[in-house]
C-alpha cells in the first residue's frame, strides 16, 4: 500500500470517527443499580424490567430534549459491600443521575456516596428512613414503612372496623418500620394490639407462630415480610385455621406471593403504590405494556422502578443533563406529577406523597379495595 493510500484511509477513518463520537454522545446515561443475582434476584428482576420499560416508553417518545436514554445496569445482590464500589464505579464513569431498584441496605450504603458527589439519586422502592436522611441529592418514590403502616392501620380500623389485631413482623428494617408507623396511630383508629410476633429474613416454617396467633384470638392480622417468606407463612396460617382476615404489605405485591399462597393468597388484602383497576393513563398504560412485553402481570417493584425513572427524565428535561444541582433542583421541584404509582410530589427531604392502594386478591388476581388519601396520616417525614 502507497503512503498516499495509507494517508487517505487514516484520513477517512478520522472522518468517521469524528462524525460518530457525536452521535454516541446524544445517549443520557443513566445508573441502575439491583440485585440481579442472590436472595432477591426475583425483586431485581421486576426492577430492571420496570426500568428497561419506562426507557423504552420514553425513547419511544422522542426521548429526552430530543436525547436518547440509555440505562448502565449493575448487580448489587442486595448487599451494602456490593452498593459502595457499584456507587463509585458510577461516579467515576460521569454519570450524572443514578436510581437504586434494591432493597434498604444496599440503598443507604450508597446514598451518601451519590449526596456527597452531587448526583442525584432515586431510591425505586427501599424504605428505611436513613435513605433520603443522607443529603438533600437522594429521593424516594416508593412509601417509607413507617406512613405504609399507618395506612394499614386506618384500613384495618376504619374500613374493615377490626379493633383487636395481631402484628406478624418480618425482623429487618422493613418489617420493624411497618410495624412501627402501624403501632404509631392504633390508637387513633380504636385498635387494640393482642400480641406482635417476629420472625427471621430466612424463616419457613411457622408453626409456632400459628400457635401463638390463635391463642391472641384477633380480629384480624398484619403481617408484613417478601413474597418468599409472606407466601409460606400466609399458607400455614390458614391451614393451621387461621381464618380471620390478613393484611400484607407491598412486599406481597408480585404474582410469586400468589403462586407461592395458593389458594390461601385468596382474600389477602396489601397496602402498595399499584391499582390494577385504575382508570389513570399511565398506570393503565404502564400494566398493558408491561405485560405485553414481559408475559407476566406487573407488579409494585415493577411500578415502582417504572415511576422512578420517569421521575429522572423529567428532572433530566427540566434541569438539562451535565449539572447535578440543577437535575436535583428539577426533581425535588416536582409537584403532582402523574406516574404509573399515581400523583406524586417530592418534600424538602426528597420523600414521596402520594395515595395508598389496597388491593385485595380475588380470583388469583390483585384487585382494587380502597385508595387511602388522607395528606394529614400519609405525610412523611420532612426532616
Known sequence: ??????????????????????????????????????????????????????????????????????????????????????????????????????????????????????????????????????????????????????????????????KKVTLVTLNNDFGQALSAGFKEVAGRFGIQIAAEHTYAMGDRQFGSIVASVKKDDPEALYVSGYFFNGGPLVAQLRAGGVTVPIIGTEGFDTHNFIAIAKDAAEGVMITTSLDRDSSAAPMRRFIADFETKFKVPADMVAASTHTALYVVAEGLRRGGVDDGARIRAAISGLKDFEVATGRISFNELGEVYKAAQIQVIRGGKFRHFATIDDPVLLAPPTK
Open 1 to 162: 500500500m502507497s503512503i498516499k493510500s495509507s494517508s487517505r484511509l487514516i484520513f477517512t477513518a478520522l472522518v468517521a470517527a469524528a462524525f460518530a463520537a457525536p452521535a454516541a454522545a446524544q445517549n443520557i446515561r443513566i445508573g441502575f443499580h439491583a440485585p440481579l443475582t442472590g436472595f432477591a434476584a426475583a425483586d431485581g428482576k421486576s426492577a430492571v424490567q420496570g426500568a428497561e420499560l419506562a426507557v423504552e416508553q420514553i425513547n419511544a417518545a422522542g426521548g429526552v430534549n430530543g436525547r436518547r436514554l440509555e440505562l448502565v445496569i449493575q448487580d448489587d445482590q442486595a448487599r451494602p459491600d456490593q452498593a459502595l464500589p457499584l456507587a463509585n464505579k458510577f461516579i467515576g464513569d460521569g454519570l450524572r443521575v443514578v436510581v437504586s431498584g434494591s432493597y434498604s441496605g444496599p440503598t443507604r450504603a450508597a446514598a451518601g456516596v451519590f449526596h456527597q458527589a452531587k448526583v442525584p439519586y432515586v431510591s425505586a422502592y427501599a424504605i428505611h428512613p436513613d435513605i433520603t436522611r443522607a443529603g438533600n441529592y437522594v429521593f424516594r418514590t416508593s412509601f417509607m414503612g413507617e406512613v405504609q403502616g399507618r395506612a394499614a392501620a386506618k384500613l384495618i380500623g376504619d374500613n374493615l372496623k377490626k
